[in-house]
DNA sequence: CTAATAGTGTCTATTAGACATTATTGT
DNA sequence: ACAATAATGTCTAATAGACACTATTAG
Protein backbone atom coordinates (compact mmCIF):
# COMPACT_ATOMS: atom_id res chain seq x y z
CA UNK A 1 0.00 0.00 0.00
CA UNK A 2 1.25 3.26 -1.20
CA UNK A 3 1.13 6.47 1.41
CA UNK A 4 -0.78 9.19 0.10
CA UNK A 5 1.41 11.30 -0.62
CA UNK A 6 3.21 8.64 -3.05
CA UNK A 7 -0.12 8.15 -4.69
CA UNK A 8 -1.07 12.16 -5.44
CA UNK A 9 2.42 12.70 -6.53
CA UNK A 10 1.66 9.76 -9.26
CA UNK A 11 -1.96 10.75 -9.82
CA UNK A 12 -2.18 11.61 -13.77
CA UNK A 13 -5.68 14.05 -14.18
CA UNK A 14 -5.17 13.31 -18.05
CA UNK A 15 -5.59 9.37 -17.37
CA UNK A 16 -9.52 9.59 -17.67
CA UNK A 17 -10.92 12.00 -21.09
CA UNK A 18 -12.04 15.41 -19.93
CA UNK A 19 -15.46 15.77 -19.31
CA UNK A 20 -16.63 19.33 -20.74
CA UNK A 21 -18.17 21.27 -17.87
CA UNK A 22 -19.67 24.69 -18.29
CA UNK A 23 -21.82 26.91 -15.81
CA UNK A 24 -24.52 28.51 -17.30
CA UNK A 25 -26.92 30.98 -15.95
CA UNK A 26 -30.57 31.71 -15.92
CA UNK A 27 -30.91 35.57 -15.38
CA UNK A 28 -34.82 36.65 -15.05
CA UNK A 29 -36.04 40.05 -14.43
CA UNK A 30 -39.65 41.23 -14.45
CA UNK A 31 -40.09 44.58 -16.83
CA UNK A 32 -43.29 46.10 -17.44
CA UNK A 33 -45.75 43.37 -17.05
CA UNK A 34 -43.23 40.57 -18.64
CA UNK A 35 -40.75 38.18 -17.03
CA UNK A 36 -37.79 38.17 -19.12
CA UNK A 37 -34.78 36.06 -19.36
CA UNK A 38 -31.17 37.38 -20.69
CA UNK A 39 -29.65 35.80 -23.92
CA UNK A 40 -26.91 36.00 -25.57
CA UNK A 41 -25.83 35.62 -29.07
CA UNK A 42 -23.46 32.90 -29.57
CA UNK A 43 -20.32 34.06 -31.40
CA UNK A 44 -18.71 30.65 -31.46
CA UNK A 45 -19.43 26.80 -33.10
CA UNK A 46 -21.58 25.06 -32.05
CA UNK A 47 -24.98 26.79 -32.39
CA UNK A 48 -23.23 30.15 -33.50
CA UNK A 49 -25.62 32.56 -34.14
CA UNK A 50 -28.15 31.14 -31.62
CA UNK A 51 -29.13 32.64 -29.01
CA UNK A 52 -28.10 30.70 -25.39
CA UNK A 53 -27.76 31.11 -21.85
CA UNK A 54 -24.75 33.24 -20.54
CA UNK A 55 -21.88 31.29 -18.73
CA UNK A 56 -19.22 28.56 -20.28
CA UNK A 57 -16.16 26.59 -19.56
CA UNK A 58 -15.50 26.34 -15.75
CA UNK A 59 -12.36 28.63 -15.58
CA UNK A 60 -9.73 26.45 -13.12
CA UNK A 61 -7.49 29.29 -12.74
CA UNK A 62 -9.81 32.04 -12.24
CA UNK A 63 -13.12 30.33 -10.45
CA UNK A 64 -12.34 28.77 -7.12
CA UNK A 65 -15.64 27.53 -6.99
CA UNK A 66 -18.75 26.62 -9.22
CA UNK A 67 -20.87 29.84 -7.73
CA UNK A 68 -17.54 31.78 -8.49
CA UNK A 69 -17.60 31.10 -11.27
CA UNK A 70 -21.73 31.39 -12.27
CA UNK A 71 -21.15 35.22 -10.21
CA UNK A 72 -18.34 36.04 -12.95
CA UNK A 73 -20.26 35.17 -15.98
CA UNK A 74 -23.08 37.57 -14.57
CA UNK A 75 -21.20 40.56 -13.54
CA UNK A 76 -19.56 39.85 -17.01
CA UNK A 77 -22.63 39.87 -19.01
CA UNK A 78 -25.20 42.62 -16.39
CA UNK A 79 -21.96 44.38 -15.34
CA UNK A 80 -23.68 43.70 -11.50
CA UNK A 81 -23.74 41.36 -8.50
CA UNK A 82 -26.78 40.39 -8.23
CA UNK A 83 -28.57 40.08 -4.67
CA UNK A 84 -30.54 35.99 -5.30
CA UNK A 85 -28.68 34.00 -7.02
CA UNK A 86 -29.34 29.78 -6.60
CA UNK A 87 -28.42 26.75 -8.02
CA UNK A 88 -31.19 24.84 -10.65
CA UNK A 89 -29.23 21.54 -11.61
CA UNK A 90 -27.11 19.96 -13.53
CA UNK A 91 -27.41 18.52 -16.60
CA UNK A 92 -24.61 16.18 -18.16
CA UNK A 93 -25.14 13.21 -20.85
CA UNK A 94 -23.07 12.02 -23.84
CA UNK A 95 -24.96 13.78 -26.51
CA UNK A 96 -26.04 17.42 -25.19
CA UNK A 97 -22.74 18.66 -26.88
CA UNK A 98 -21.51 17.56 -30.23
CA UNK A 99 -17.92 18.29 -28.52
CA UNK A 100 -18.03 15.13 -26.23
CA UNK A 101 -19.23 14.40 -22.62
CA UNK A 102 -20.69 17.38 -21.75
CA UNK A 103 -21.61 18.54 -17.73
CA UNK A 104 -23.97 21.94 -17.37
CA UNK A 105 -24.37 23.19 -13.64
CA UNK A 106 -27.39 25.51 -13.88
CA UNK A 107 -27.18 28.25 -11.45
CA UNK A 108 -29.83 31.35 -11.58
CA UNK A 109 -30.09 34.75 -10.57
CA UNK A 110 -33.21 37.59 -9.94
CA UNK A 111 -32.21 40.99 -10.69
CA UNK A 112 -33.74 44.86 -11.08
CA UNK A 113 -34.57 45.03 -15.17
CA UNK A 114 -33.37 48.78 -14.31
CA UNK A 115 -30.06 48.18 -12.90
CA UNK A 116 -28.38 45.29 -15.16
CA UNK A 117 -30.08 46.63 -18.49
CA UNK A 118 -27.32 49.83 -18.66
CA UNK A 119 -24.75 47.73 -19.05
CA UNK A 120 -26.12 45.43 -21.78
CA UNK A 121 -27.66 48.02 -23.66
CA UNK A 122 -24.02 49.18 -24.67
CA UNK A 123 -23.75 45.61 -26.78
CA UNK A 124 -26.15 43.94 -29.14
CA UNK A 125 -25.34 39.89 -28.55
CA UNK A 126 -27.18 40.33 -25.06
CA UNK A 127 -30.77 40.75 -24.50
CA UNK A 128 -33.78 40.32 -22.29
CA UNK A 129 -36.12 38.21 -24.11
CA UNK A 130 -39.82 38.14 -23.32
CA UNK A 131 -40.57 34.52 -21.69
CA UNK A 132 -43.61 34.30 -23.77
CA UNK A 133 -41.66 34.89 -26.90
CA UNK A 134 -39.15 31.75 -26.17
CA UNK A 135 -41.46 29.74 -27.99
CA UNK A 136 -40.33 31.12 -30.96
CA UNK A 137 -36.91 31.44 -30.80
CA UNK A 138 -34.62 28.15 -31.19
CA UNK A 139 -32.01 28.29 -28.33
CA UNK A 140 -28.37 26.49 -28.32
CA UNK A 141 -28.21 23.19 -26.74
CA UNK A 142 -30.65 22.11 -24.00
CA UNK A 143 -30.75 25.60 -22.70
CA UNK A 144 -34.82 26.15 -23.48
CA UNK A 145 -35.34 22.99 -21.23
CA UNK A 146 -33.11 24.65 -18.62
CA UNK A 147 -34.81 27.84 -18.37
CA UNK A 148 -38.17 26.18 -18.07
CA UNK A 149 -36.82 24.23 -15.31
CA UNK A 150 -35.82 27.61 -13.43
CA UNK A 151 -38.70 29.65 -14.30
CA UNK A 152 -41.02 26.32 -13.03
CA UNK A 153 -38.57 25.80 -9.74
CA UNK A 154 -39.49 30.34 -9.31
CA UNK A 155 -43.44 29.56 -10.05
CA UNK A 156 -43.29 27.03 -6.93
CA UNK A 157 -41.64 29.91 -5.08
CA UNK A 158 -44.17 32.54 -5.58
CA UNK A 159 -46.70 30.08 -3.96
CA UNK A 160 -44.89 29.79 -0.34
CA UNK A 161 -42.07 33.14 -0.29
CA UNK A 162 -40.81 36.27 -1.35
CA UNK A 163 -38.38 35.11 -3.05
CA UNK A 164 -39.58 36.86 -6.78
CA UNK A 165 -38.88 40.58 -4.88
CA UNK A 166 -35.32 40.08 -6.42
CA UNK A 167 -36.64 40.22 -9.90
CA UNK A 168 -37.65 44.14 -8.54
CA UNK A 169 -36.05 47.00 -8.13
CA UNK A 170 -34.98 48.36 -4.87
CA UNK A 171 -38.35 50.14 -3.83
CA UNK A 172 -41.34 48.80 -5.44
CA UNK A 173 -45.11 48.77 -4.70
CA UNK A 174 -47.01 45.96 -3.06
CA UNK A 175 -48.96 45.70 -6.65
CA UNK A 176 -45.74 45.40 -8.21
CA UNK A 177 -44.76 42.45 -6.32
CA UNK A 178 -47.87 40.66 -6.19
CA UNK A 179 -47.58 40.63 -10.13
CA UNK A 180 -44.28 39.22 -10.24
CA UNK A 181 -45.75 36.14 -8.32
CA UNK A 182 -49.30 36.40 -11.05
CA UNK A 183 -46.98 36.30 -13.75
CA UNK A 184 -45.15 33.60 -12.81
CA UNK A 185 -48.25 31.58 -11.40
CA UNK A 186 -50.08 32.25 -14.24
CA UNK A 187 -53.13 33.24 -12.03
CA UNK A 188 -54.76 36.36 -10.89
CA UNK A 189 -53.57 36.86 -6.71
CA UNK A 190 -56.11 38.42 -4.24
CA UNK A 191 -55.02 41.41 -3.61
CA UNK A 192 -56.01 41.10 0.27
CA UNK A 193 -54.57 37.99 0.52
CA UNK A 194 -51.19 38.26 -0.85
CA UNK A 195 -50.91 42.08 1.45
CA UNK A 196 -51.77 39.89 4.54
CA UNK A 197 -48.75 38.03 3.95
CA UNK A 198 -46.74 40.73 2.88
CA UNK A 199 -47.63 42.29 6.64
CA UNK A 200 -47.67 38.70 8.48
CA UNK A 201 -44.05 38.18 6.91
CA UNK A 202 -43.10 41.74 8.46
CA UNK A 203 -40.12 41.37 6.23
CA UNK A 204 -41.25 45.03 4.25
CA UNK A 205 -40.06 48.32 5.44
CA UNK A 206 -42.56 51.19 4.30
CA UNK A 207 -40.00 53.79 2.72
CA UNK A 208 -42.85 56.24 3.49
CA UNK A 209 -42.40 57.21 -0.31
CA UNK A 210 -45.32 56.81 -2.92
CA UNK A 211 -45.35 56.06 -6.30
CA UNK A 212 -48.09 56.78 -8.81
CA UNK A 213 -48.76 55.23 -12.21
CA UNK A 214 -52.99 55.92 -12.44
CA UNK A 215 -55.22 56.64 -9.27
CA UNK A 216 -54.37 56.42 -5.65
CA UNK A 217 -50.70 56.41 -5.45
CA UNK A 218 -48.84 53.43 -4.07
CA UNK A 219 -46.83 53.04 -0.89
CA UNK A 220 -42.98 52.05 -2.08
CA UNK A 221 -41.60 48.76 -0.03
CA UNK A 222 -38.31 47.72 0.37
CA UNK A 223 -37.11 44.36 1.17
CA UNK A 224 -35.50 43.93 4.09
CA UNK A 225 -33.12 40.82 5.42
CA UNK A 226 -34.26 37.32 5.92
CA UNK A 227 -36.67 37.27 2.73
CA UNK A 228 -35.16 35.80 0.95
CA UNK A 229 -35.52 32.57 3.35
CA UNK A 230 -38.76 33.24 4.86
CA UNK A 231 -41.44 30.14 4.02
CA UNK A 232 -45.18 30.82 4.52
CA UNK A 233 -46.48 27.26 6.09
CA UNK A 234 -49.86 27.54 3.60
CA UNK A 235 -49.35 27.71 -0.05
CA UNK A 236 -51.22 30.23 -2.60
CA UNK A 237 -53.63 28.27 -4.57
CA UNK A 238 -51.77 26.89 -7.78
CA UNK B 1 -15.73 31.53 -40.34
CA UNK B 2 -15.00 28.38 -40.01
CA UNK B 3 -17.89 25.42 -40.76
CA UNK B 4 -19.35 23.95 -37.45
CA UNK B 5 -17.89 20.79 -39.04
CA UNK B 6 -14.27 22.24 -39.50
CA UNK B 7 -14.76 23.79 -35.97
CA UNK B 8 -15.84 20.14 -34.56
CA UNK B 9 -12.68 17.92 -36.46
CA UNK B 10 -10.39 20.70 -35.05
CA UNK B 11 -11.97 20.72 -31.39
CA UNK B 12 -9.57 19.25 -28.78
CA UNK B 13 -10.97 18.42 -25.80
CA UNK B 14 -7.39 18.07 -23.98
CA UNK B 15 -6.99 21.52 -25.23
CA UNK B 16 -8.20 22.16 -21.24
CA UNK B 17 -7.20 20.94 -18.17
CA UNK B 18 -9.12 18.25 -17.35
CA UNK B 19 -11.78 18.48 -13.98
CA UNK B 20 -12.16 15.75 -12.44
CA UNK B 21 -16.44 14.76 -12.28
CA UNK B 22 -17.50 12.13 -9.54
CA UNK B 23 -21.14 11.51 -9.12
CA UNK B 24 -22.06 10.38 -5.55
CA UNK B 25 -24.87 9.36 -4.09
CA UNK B 26 -26.54 9.71 -0.50
CA UNK B 27 -29.29 6.55 -0.22
CA UNK B 28 -31.42 6.61 2.83
CA UNK B 29 -33.48 3.90 4.41
CA UNK B 30 -35.38 3.97 7.86
CA UNK B 31 -35.44 1.21 9.95
CA UNK B 32 -36.02 0.03 13.45
CA UNK B 33 -36.82 3.89 14.45
CA UNK B 34 -33.68 5.24 12.49
CA UNK B 35 -32.80 7.00 9.65
CA UNK B 36 -29.88 5.60 8.13
CA UNK B 37 -27.37 6.27 5.45
CA UNK B 38 -25.36 3.92 2.87
CA UNK B 39 -21.49 4.20 3.39
CA UNK B 40 -18.71 2.89 2.06
CA UNK B 41 -15.20 1.90 3.17
CA UNK B 42 -13.22 3.67 0.48
CA UNK B 43 -10.27 1.40 -0.44
CA UNK B 44 -7.91 3.77 -2.21
CA UNK B 45 -6.17 6.91 -1.97
CA UNK B 46 -7.42 9.95 -1.01
CA UNK B 47 -9.50 9.51 2.21
CA UNK B 48 -8.45 5.69 2.51
CA UNK B 49 -10.30 3.47 4.95
CA UNK B 50 -12.70 6.83 5.77
CA UNK B 51 -15.88 6.52 5.38
CA UNK B 52 -17.58 8.23 2.08
CA UNK B 53 -20.52 8.06 -0.08
CA UNK B 54 -21.10 5.30 -2.88
CA UNK B 55 -19.84 6.84 -6.02
CA UNK B 56 -17.36 7.57 -8.32
CA UNK B 57 -15.76 9.22 -11.55
CA UNK B 58 -18.07 9.34 -14.21
CA UNK B 59 -17.71 6.45 -16.80
CA UNK B 60 -17.76 8.26 -20.28
CA UNK B 61 -18.27 4.86 -21.76
CA UNK B 62 -20.92 3.20 -19.66
CA UNK B 63 -22.69 6.48 -18.68
CA UNK B 64 -25.06 7.73 -21.12
CA UNK B 65 -26.64 10.89 -18.86
CA UNK B 66 -25.82 11.44 -14.93
CA UNK B 67 -28.48 9.89 -13.84
CA UNK B 68 -27.50 6.83 -15.62
CA UNK B 69 -24.05 7.09 -13.75
CA UNK B 70 -25.87 7.30 -10.37
CA UNK B 71 -28.97 4.59 -10.75
CA UNK B 72 -25.62 2.11 -11.99
CA UNK B 73 -23.28 2.89 -9.51
CA UNK B 74 -26.69 2.90 -6.71
CA UNK B 75 -27.67 -0.65 -8.20
CA UNK B 76 -23.65 -1.80 -7.61
CA UNK B 77 -23.65 -1.25 -3.76
CA UNK B 78 -27.36 -2.21 -2.97
CA UNK B 79 -28.29 -5.08 -5.88
CA UNK B 80 -31.73 -3.19 -6.25
CA UNK B 81 -33.26 -0.17 -8.36
CA UNK B 82 -34.60 1.68 -6.23
CA UNK B 83 -38.23 3.58 -7.18
CA UNK B 84 -37.39 7.06 -6.45
CA UNK B 85 -34.19 8.98 -7.16
CA UNK B 86 -33.40 13.18 -7.21
CA UNK B 87 -30.61 15.06 -7.85
CA UNK B 88 -30.04 17.09 -4.86
CA UNK B 89 -27.04 19.44 -5.69
CA UNK B 90 -23.85 19.43 -7.06
CA UNK B 91 -20.39 21.34 -5.60
CA UNK B 92 -17.25 21.85 -7.26
CA UNK B 93 -14.34 23.71 -5.99
CA UNK B 94 -10.61 24.05 -6.53
CA UNK B 95 -10.15 22.71 -2.98
CA UNK B 96 -12.64 19.57 -2.11
CA UNK B 97 -10.45 17.01 -3.34
CA UNK B 98 -6.32 16.82 -3.07
CA UNK B 99 -6.68 15.42 -7.00
CA UNK B 100 -7.31 18.58 -8.74
CA UNK B 101 -10.49 21.06 -9.68
CA UNK B 102 -13.30 18.34 -8.20
CA UNK B 103 -17.08 18.28 -9.36
CA UNK B 104 -19.37 16.30 -8.08
CA UNK B 105 -23.06 15.55 -8.87
CA UNK B 106 -24.95 14.34 -6.06
CA UNK B 107 -27.59 12.20 -6.22
CA UNK B 108 -30.02 10.78 -3.44
CA UNK B 109 -32.42 7.67 -3.29
CA UNK B 110 -34.71 6.43 -0.97
CA UNK B 111 -35.00 2.46 -0.27
CA UNK B 112 -36.77 0.07 1.57
CA UNK B 113 -33.95 -1.24 4.22
CA UNK B 114 -34.82 -4.66 3.94
CA UNK B 115 -34.43 -4.75 -0.09
CA UNK B 116 -31.21 -3.61 0.22
CA UNK B 117 -29.68 -5.41 3.29
CA UNK B 118 -29.42 -8.89 1.74
CA UNK B 119 -26.97 -7.56 -0.78
CA UNK B 120 -25.04 -5.50 1.39
CA UNK B 121 -24.59 -8.17 4.15
CA UNK B 122 -22.47 -10.15 1.72
CA UNK B 123 -19.63 -7.30 1.99
CA UNK B 124 -17.73 -5.63 4.73
CA UNK B 125 -16.94 -2.82 3.30
CA UNK B 126 -20.70 -1.40 2.87
CA UNK B 127 -23.18 -0.59 6.02
CA UNK B 128 -26.03 1.55 6.79
CA UNK B 129 -25.36 4.28 9.78
CA UNK B 130 -27.67 5.63 11.65
CA UNK B 131 -28.02 9.46 10.98
CA UNK B 132 -27.61 10.36 14.44
CA UNK B 133 -24.04 8.58 14.42
CA UNK B 134 -22.41 10.47 11.87
CA UNK B 135 -21.33 13.03 14.26
CA UNK B 136 -18.95 10.30 15.71
CA UNK B 137 -17.70 9.42 11.83
CA UNK B 138 -15.44 11.61 10.10
CA UNK B 139 -16.46 11.05 6.62
CA UNK B 140 -13.94 11.79 3.38
CA UNK B 141 -14.01 14.54 1.25
CA UNK B 142 -17.17 16.51 2.13
CA UNK B 143 -19.81 13.72 1.90
CA UNK B 144 -20.97 14.54 5.73
CA UNK B 145 -22.12 18.01 4.22
CA UNK B 146 -23.59 16.64 1.21
CA UNK B 147 -25.72 14.12 3.53
CA UNK B 148 -26.76 16.79 5.58
CA UNK B 149 -28.36 18.75 2.50
CA UNK B 150 -29.98 15.75 1.20
CA UNK B 151 -31.77 15.26 4.77
CA UNK B 152 -32.73 18.66 4.73
CA UNK B 153 -33.97 18.48 1.42
CA UNK B 154 -36.44 15.20 2.53
CA UNK B 155 -37.57 16.98 5.93
CA UNK B 156 -39.02 19.65 3.77
CA UNK B 157 -40.77 17.01 1.91
CA UNK B 158 -41.87 15.14 5.09
CA UNK B 159 -43.62 18.64 5.85
CA UNK B 160 -45.87 18.94 2.31
CA UNK B 161 -45.30 15.24 0.40
CA UNK B 162 -45.01 11.61 1.04
CA UNK B 163 -41.60 11.42 -0.71
CA UNK B 164 -40.79 9.68 2.66
CA UNK B 165 -42.67 6.58 1.80
CA UNK B 166 -40.19 5.21 -0.37
CA UNK B 167 -38.03 4.21 2.45
CA UNK B 168 -39.72 1.76 3.70
CA UNK B 169 -41.24 -1.33 2.21
CA UNK B 170 -44.08 -1.89 -0.41
CA UNK B 171 -46.65 -2.45 2.27
CA UNK B 172 -46.73 -0.53 5.44
CA UNK B 173 -48.48 0.84 7.90
CA UNK B 174 -49.59 4.39 8.81
CA UNK B 175 -47.64 4.39 11.89
CA UNK B 176 -44.49 3.91 10.55
CA UNK B 177 -45.22 6.33 7.71
CA UNK B 178 -45.78 8.80 10.25
CA UNK B 179 -42.49 7.51 12.30
CA UNK B 180 -40.55 8.07 9.17
CA UNK B 181 -41.88 11.51 8.65
CA UNK B 182 -41.07 12.26 12.26
CA UNK B 183 -37.55 11.31 12.11
CA UNK B 184 -36.97 13.49 9.27
CA UNK B 185 -38.67 16.14 11.24
CA UNK B 186 -37.91 15.25 14.12
CA UNK B 187 -40.99 16.10 16.12
CA UNK B 188 -43.87 14.22 16.52
CA UNK B 189 -47.08 14.47 14.40
CA UNK B 190 -50.83 14.33 15.13
CA UNK B 191 -51.94 10.83 14.47
CA UNK B 192 -55.06 12.13 13.54
CA UNK B 193 -53.71 15.03 11.10
CA UNK B 194 -51.36 12.51 9.81
CA UNK B 195 -54.62 9.62 8.87
CA UNK B 196 -56.44 12.97 7.40
CA UNK B 197 -53.86 13.59 4.70
CA UNK B 198 -53.26 9.89 3.91
CA UNK B 199 -57.48 9.76 3.63
CA UNK B 200 -57.00 13.03 1.59
CA UNK B 201 -54.83 12.24 -1.10
CA UNK B 202 -56.36 9.28 -2.11
CA UNK B 203 -53.11 7.35 -3.03
CA UNK B 204 -52.89 4.53 -0.64
CA UNK B 205 -54.47 1.60 -1.14
CA UNK B 206 -55.82 -0.72 1.46
CA UNK B 207 -54.15 -4.16 1.02
CA UNK B 208 -56.31 -5.84 3.51
CA UNK B 209 -54.01 -7.40 5.41
CA UNK B 210 -52.79 -6.27 9.04
CA UNK B 211 -49.35 -6.31 10.42
CA UNK B 212 -49.30 -6.47 14.70
CA UNK B 213 -46.36 -5.46 16.82
CA UNK B 214 -47.95 -4.83 20.41
CA UNK B 215 -51.62 -3.77 20.45
CA UNK B 216 -54.03 -3.51 17.67
CA UNK B 217 -53.23 -4.65 14.41
CA UNK B 218 -52.69 -2.00 11.80
CA UNK B 219 -53.86 -2.15 8.80
CA UNK B 220 -51.01 -2.74 5.96
CA UNK B 221 -51.02 0.18 3.11
CA UNK B 222 -49.21 -0.01 -0.58
CA UNK B 223 -48.49 3.38 -1.88
CA UNK B 224 -50.17 4.16 -5.83
CA UNK B 225 -48.54 5.90 -8.53
CA UNK B 226 -48.03 9.16 -8.74
CA UNK B 227 -46.97 9.53 -5.23
CA UNK B 228 -43.44 10.84 -5.78
CA UNK B 229 -45.49 14.25 -7.55
CA UNK B 230 -48.20 14.66 -4.77
CA UNK B 231 -47.98 18.08 -2.74
CA UNK B 232 -49.87 19.42 0.15
CA UNK B 233 -50.65 23.34 -0.30
CA UNK B 234 -50.56 23.84 3.44
CA UNK B 235 -47.76 22.08 5.75
CA UNK B 236 -47.17 20.55 8.36
CA UNK B 237 -45.99 22.62 11.48
CA UNK B 238 -41.91 22.49 11.57
C1' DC C 1 -58.86 -7.42 33.82
C1' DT C 2 -54.62 -4.21 31.96
C1' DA C 3 -51.33 -2.50 28.65
C1' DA C 4 -50.52 -1.18 24.22
C1' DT C 5 -51.34 0.42 19.87
C1' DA C 6 -54.83 1.61 16.00
C1' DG C 7 -58.18 4.39 14.65
C1' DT C 8 -62.31 8.07 15.24
C1' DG C 9 -65.06 12.31 16.78
C1' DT C 10 -65.08 16.83 17.44
C1' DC C 11 -63.70 21.33 18.88
C1' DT C 12 -60.60 25.30 18.07
C1' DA C 13 -57.39 28.22 15.62
C1' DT C 14 -55.42 29.84 11.55
C1' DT C 15 -55.46 31.57 7.16
C1' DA C 16 -56.65 31.89 2.10
C1' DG C 17 -60.48 33.13 -1.09
C1' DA C 18 -64.28 36.09 -2.26
C1' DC C 19 -65.93 40.31 -2.65
C1' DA C 20 -67.91 44.61 -1.01
C1' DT C 21 -66.46 49.04 0.76
C1' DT C 22 -63.65 53.05 1.50
C1' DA C 23 -59.49 56.06 0.30
C1' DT C 24 -56.73 58.91 -2.71
C1' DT C 25 -55.16 60.54 -6.70
C1' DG C 26 -55.66 62.80 -11.96
C1' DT C 27 -58.68 64.60 -15.41
C1' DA D 1 -68.19 64.05 -10.81
C1' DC D 2 -65.77 59.91 -12.77
C1' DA D 3 -62.20 56.60 -13.64
C1' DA D 4 -58.55 54.20 -11.82
C1' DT D 5 -55.91 52.10 -8.56
C1' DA D 6 -54.72 51.30 -3.42
C1' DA D 7 -56.05 49.69 0.79
C1' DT D 8 -59.44 47.71 4.26
C1' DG D 9 -63.53 45.02 6.41
C1' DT D 10 -65.61 40.93 6.91
C1' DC D 11 -67.65 36.55 5.83
C1' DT D 12 -66.82 31.72 4.45
C1' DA D 13 -64.29 27.48 3.64
C1' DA D 14 -60.58 24.46 4.31
C1' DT D 15 -57.57 22.17 7.17
C1' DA D 16 -54.02 21.37 10.98
C1' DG D 17 -53.56 20.87 16.09
C1' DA D 18 -55.32 19.14 20.39
C1' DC D 19 -57.10 15.68 22.77
C1' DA D 20 -60.68 12.67 24.39
C1' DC D 21 -62.78 8.56 23.11
C1' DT D 22 -63.52 3.86 21.10
C1' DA D 23 -61.59 -0.60 18.95
C1' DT D 24 -58.77 -4.65 18.85
C1' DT D 25 -55.21 -7.37 19.97
C1' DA D 26 -51.83 -10.11 23.70
C1' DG D 27 -51.12 -11.73 28.09
Known amino acids: MTSEQAFLQNYDPKAFPAVLVTVDTVLLTYHEGDLKVLLVKRGNHPYLGYWGLPGGFLNQSLDLSLEDAARRSIEAKTGIQPHYVEQIQTQG???????????SVVYSALMPYQAATQHIDTVDNVAWVRLAE?????????HAALIEVAVERYRQ?????????FALPKAFTISQLRQVHEALIDKPIQRKSFLR?????????????????RGRPA?????????????????LES
Open 93 to 103: SQDRDPRGWSV
Open 134 to 142: LGELSLAFD
Open 157 to 165: KALYSFVPV
Open 197 to 213: RVEASGLFKDTGKTQQE
Open 219 to 235: SLFEATKGIAEYRFTRN
